[in-house]
């Protein structure tokens, strides 16, 4: 085992990879087959939970317990997830602390739970491919994720059992990556839309010094929204042909949202592309989109991420023609009219050399490899892409710290109390760069307890508002008259609070790490217990009906039962489930005649 | 110009017992000491405490204290070694970031002079307010009528008006050197930094205004 070693994840909406750092350079994980790329996918069958391409496949025909672009959930809350509902076939449902969980099989599961279980997986597979056994890991998220999507994945990855060592931006990973073997001094522009989002991130690099300027993007624009444009044209017109009435079922809308997606990968290519859909009942629908259709219904999202390029610029103090070079990340990048727009945007030649999908993840390896001292030559230092602040009287917001600010940073703000004797005092932290508190995005509550009973007014209780490198906010507070150090609760406003998180990974624990399917495992020690608690109370009511063989095939079967029951085979624990349950046969049908011939005498009795 | 670096006396490591040029970080074993988070920015950075600084010259500094301070490089020390780096390295940001900016520099640079602040003293340049009113109108109107090449005017006369007040305040800066031991003499400039100051804020804020408007657009 190298203790080393740290893997580098990119946690995509749609696909997902890993990469480690060797001597020569970053290097991605691939299959024996030679693949990388892990569909963020995840499919809960009867026996079986699959995550990747076999999940993927299985979409049309398990529409409903298909889960995908889970990152789409992290840190949100119902209210915020209203345009997204009517297009996922799975069931979202309102979770604890305004957040939400996918309801498969009647089992409701947070973001933070599906996300471990494709991280899980990724780190199986890692393990298999490195022949190392993996505990720590660095995983990438969009620069524009909030607090509480970056706390959701630093979750997700203790669920699944990896000690996430950092949480680095996608585009800055990206750029790391780019730049690891170039030395020359140079203004870079990373243009990264994935799945899901966009983000956009000025650079300045030089002799291995990596440093943020400036960071845009939209957690809520990616790839998703184009296929979903195709999607409501399909919709719309199969309406428009076989009545405004149609409804789609859960396997018509994965079947749509996959041909809407590969309508448009096609289109990158070709000039136009024919789909085909059958409605059933003998009635098909078909259609050609050209080139220029889909790029009248994508120009609307492209556009807005230019202004983005344009703010980000701004933010930097830089114009178009200060940037040296334009690199190009995520697989949505492939769309000539993206591409078209930016060049045009930048006003030279886009950076398309790297593989778009694989070099976020190369970057978090780098990163990886930083911290675990295998890299000691770069120098990375990232920014905030949201402005932090505090609510004060009547519903303002008291910035603390700015946008774009380097990371770690912190700021202090003094606050007091209201009442004699108060000991506690709630503050309101927001993120966002609005300047009232309803329009920015509430990071969480922050009650600081412990405060000694003074008159209004004169405790002085200095709070520290610290972020950290991964851009998670650390508060710690300290009475200043008393030098008490004020305790702080928090309440997360769309997350989980740490005990949360624990039981999470208590549970994911106690789970089979091999088998995807823990849930299972659980239900079926319960039954174990259930039954071996049954055999006792038969035995200690009908034990006499056994003979000596019997029991101790019982007493064996039990035992067994109750040995396997220790470990994480399901299917063992399965198979001596039913043995007991066959060598208890006897007492069983025992109690069958006494209770029989109870009722039987209990009416006899009756009928006196 | 007169330097006018801390003449305290020199500080030692406290791993290795060298004297240390900064207060950050040892030259000798490279320890980082947490003295730097009480230690004023100018002093951290290993700079002379004047206005007229080499911006290349900040950054530079910067990025070599960064270089032993960043909890990247310590990510596999102890918690309280990890937390201890967390700690200085966001004052460290902290730092650069007051003094890198000429505006934020000089408010730092004011306070450690002994001057008001702005809380305490409100006032502005004479006729500033005048001009700044009428400023104010024509964006108000510019952004009524989303008149979008009269918002990238007013932009520009602001930026000018800011470029005009940061160079004026460097000349005060250089001014109260030539004449630290005239008392009367420097309390009138720091009078006046302290009025030039808080016209850049107003500025600044008509400035965000112009822009975060253009924003709001999009």
């Known amino acids: ?608 | 110009m007169t330097e006018t670096h801390d003449q305290a006396a020199p500080v030692k490591c406290r791993h290795c017992d060298k004297p240390m040029s900064t207060p950050m970080v040892c030259d000798y074993c490279h320890t980082v000491s947490l003295d730097a988070t009480v230690a004023d920015y100018f002093t951290l950075l290993d700079l002379p405490r004047r206005f007229d600084l080499d911006g290349e010259e900040i950054h530079r500094k910067f990025l070599a204290l960064s270089r032993h301070a960043h909890p990247d490089f310590h990510a596999g020390d102890t918690p309280e070694v990890q937390q201890l780096h967390l700690r200085v390295s966001a004052v460290l940001n902290d730092a650069y970031r007051t003094l890198s900016d000429p505006a934020s520099r000089a408010a730092y640079l004011l306070m450690l002079f002994g001057g008001k602040g702005s809380v305490e003293d409100k006032s502005v340049p004479d006729g500033f307010l005048g001009t700044m009113m009428m400023m104010q109108e024509e964006l108000a109107d510019a952004l009524d009528t989303d008149d979008r090449a009269e918002i990238a005017r007013i932009t520009e006369v602001l930026q000018t008006q800011h470029d005009g007040l940061i160079r004026r305040i460097g000349t005060l800066f250089e001014q109260y050197q030539e004449s630290i031991s005239c008392k009367a003499v420097v309390d009138d400039l720091l009078g006046e930094l302290r009025q030039q100051l808080n016209a850049v804020s107003y500025v600044k804020k008509l400035l965000s205004q112009a822009t975060s408007a253009e924003h709001a657009h999009e």
């Open chain 1, 1 to 608: 085992m190298n203790d080393s070693l740290i893997l580098g994840i990119d946690l995509g909406t749609t696909n997902s990879l890993a990469a480690v750092m060797r001597p020569g350079g970053p290097e991605i994980v691939r299959d024996a087959d030679g693949a990388a790329l892990i569909p963020s996918v995840i499919a809960f069958g009867d026996r079986k939970v699959t995550v990747g391409a076999e999940a993927r496949a299985h979409a049309v025909e398990n529409p409903t317990a298909t889960v995908y672009s889970v990152k789409r959930l992290m840190g949100k809350s119902i209210a915020d997830l209203t345009s997204d509902m009517d297009v996922l076939p799975y069931d979202v449902v309102p979770g604890r602390h305004d957040t939400v969980c996918v309801k498969v099989n009647g089992r409701e599961m947070t973001p933070q739970e599906l996300s471990a279980i494709i991280l899980r997986d990724i780190k199986a597979r890692a393990e298999t491919a490195t022949g190392q056994e993996i505990s720590r890991a660095v995983i990438t998220v969009p620069a524009y994720f909030d607090d509480a999507q970056r706390q959701a994945t630093r979750d997700a990855g203790r669920i699944a059992g990896l000690e996430v060592c950092r949480i680095v931006n996608e585009p800055t990973a990206a750029a790391l990556a780019y730049g690891l073997d170039r030395s020359e001094n140079a203004c870079i522009a990373v243009y990264d839309l994935g799945g899901g989002t966009f983000d956009v991130s000025i650079l300045r690099v030089s002799g291995g010094v990596f440093e943020v300027l400036s960071t845009q993007g939209d957690t809520r624009l990616g790839g998703d929204d184009l296929d979903r444009e195709l999607i409501n044209l399909l919709t719309g017109e199969i309406r428009d042909e076989f009545g405004q009435g149609l409804t789609f079922p859960p396997a018509t809308r994965q079947a749509l949202r996959i041909f809407a997606e590969a309508t448009k990968v096609r289109l990158s290519t070709e000039s136009d592309a024919t789909v085909e859909v059958d409605l059933g009942g003998g009635r098909v629908f078909r259609r050609t989109i050209t080139r220029d259709e889909f790029e009248s219904l994508a120009t609307g999202w492209i556009d807005h991420t230019i202004e983005h390029c344009d703010r980000a610029l701004r933010d930097a103090g830089l114009g178009p023609g200060d940037v040296d070079q334009v690199v190009m990340v995520g697989g949505s990048t492939r769309v000539p009219l993206v591409r078209r727009k930016t060049e045009e945007f930048f006003g030279r030649e886009l950076y398309t050399a790297v593989n778009p999908d694989e070099v976020v993840a190369l970057g978090a390896a780098v990163q990886a490899g930083i911290l675990s001292g295998i890299k000691r030559d770069i120098l990375l230092l990232d920014v905030t892409p949201l402005s932090l602040g505090i609510e004060t009287l009547g519903g303002a917001v008291g910035k603390l710290i700015m946008r774009n600010s380097t990371v770690p940073c912190q700021a202090t703000e003094t606050f007091s109390t209201y009442v004699d004797s108060q000991t506690s005092v709630d503050i309101n932290v927001l993120q966002g760069e609005r300047e009232l508190a309803k329009d920015c995005r509430l990071l969480g509550k922050f009650q600081l307890d412990g405060i000694p009973p003074m008159p209004a007014g004169a405790p002085r209780v200095q709070v520290t508002f610290l972020l950290d490198a991964n851009g998670i906010l650390n508060v710690s507070a300290r009475e200043l008259r008393s030098g008490k150090t004020a305790s702080v609760q928090i309440t997360p406003a769309h997350g989980l609070t740490r005990d949360e998180v624990d039981s999470m990974v208590q549970d994911s624990y106690a789970h089979a790490v091999e088998d995807l399917n823990a849930h299972r495992l659980i239900d079926l020690r319960n039954e174990a217990e259930r039954i071996l608690g049954a055999i006792e109370k038969s035995l200690q009511v009908t034990g006499r009906v056994l003979g000596d063989p019997q029991r101790r095939a019982l007493d064996a079967a039990a035992g067994d039962l109750r040995a396997k029951m220790g470990r994480d085979d399901c299917d063992a624990i399965y198979e001596a489930m039913s043995a007991a349950n066959e060598a208890a046969m006897p007492l069983t049908e025992a109690q069958m005649d006494d209770v029989l011939s109870k009722t039987i005498k209990g009416r006899k009795m009756d009928d006196v």
